[in-house]
T-cell receptor, first 110, second 109 residues
Framework: EAQVTQNPRYLITVTGKKLTVTCSQN?????MSWYRQDPGLGLRQIYY???????DKGDVPEGYKVSRKEKRNFPLILESPSPNQTSLYFC?????????FGPGTRLTVT | GQSLEQPSEVTAVEGAIVQINCTYQ??????LSWYQQHDGGAPTFLSY????GLEETGRFSSFLSRSDSYGYLLLQELQMKDSASYFC??????????FGKGTKLSVIP
């Protein structure tokens, strides 16, 4: 089944404790992206990647890192999470203009 | 950068037609996309307009006017399952994507 998977789905952590949210797609898409969704703000792009080893900042990159060492994987790294990073995170992949979203990761930073 | 405006809420009756508008301001524009998101779910792709005009996919249609920086999503024969949030999105480049804040559609009997 063609899909985008994210892990974990739910995470509660404390301020400053480094964490990684994994994202993997099995559709051989070149393009992948990370978004955060907050009430009343819609989806905001954090980082995107156009291919292996090619990444660029979206609208809200501060406090996040990404890497794209393999085509199928695009992990999101929070080196020192803060409470304002509490949010719902979506990974997406795309062959062009149509984005396929993962199920989401709900992150709470206390 | 990109800025997209859409109404925050719309209510419509089952079986009716509803139009959700989206206006955008952009320094670069490739096309306008629409996504649907049910509560607790992930966004799913509905349509994409790169050129002016109407694109139809079943009960859903999407329209774009580049000269007016305006587009809309038209939902016909509304069903209860259409109750969801709808987002327009525009790309500054081929992949840099900005979403509107979303329109919550409530379909009532």
């Amino acid at each position: 089944e063609a899909q985008v998977t994210q892990n974990p789905r739910y995470l509660i952590t404390v301020t400053g404790k480094k964490l990684t949210v994994t994202c993997s797609q099995n559709m051989n898409h070149e393009y992948m992206s990370w978004y955060r969704q907050d009430p009343g703000l819609g989806l905001r792009q954090i980082y995107y990647s156009m291919n292996v080893e090619v990444t660029d900042k979206g609208d809200v990159p501060e406090g996040y890192k990404v890497s794209r060492k393999e085509k199928r994987n695009f992990p999101l790294i929070l080196e020192s999470p803060s409470p304002n990073q509490t949010s719902l995170y979506f990974c997406a992949s795309s062959p062009g203009y149509e984005q396929y979203f993962g199920p989401g990761t709900r992150l709470t930073v206390t | 950068g990109q800025s997209l405006e859409q109404p925050s809420e719309v209510t419509a009756v089952e079986g009716a037609i509803v139009q959700i508008n989206c206006t955008y301001q952009t320094s670069g524009f490739y096309g306008l996309s629409w996504y649907q998101q049910h509560d607790g779910g992930a966004p799913t792709f509905l349509s994409y307009n790169a050129l002016d005009g109407l694109e139809e996919t079943g009960r859903f249609s999407s329209f774009l006017s580049r000269s007016d920086s305006y587009g809309y999503l038209l939902l016909q024969e509304l069903q209860m399952k259409d109750s969801a949030s709808y987002f327009c999105a525009a790309g500054a480049g081929s992949y840099q994507l900005t979403f509107g804040k979303g329109t919550k559609l409530s379909v009532i009997p």
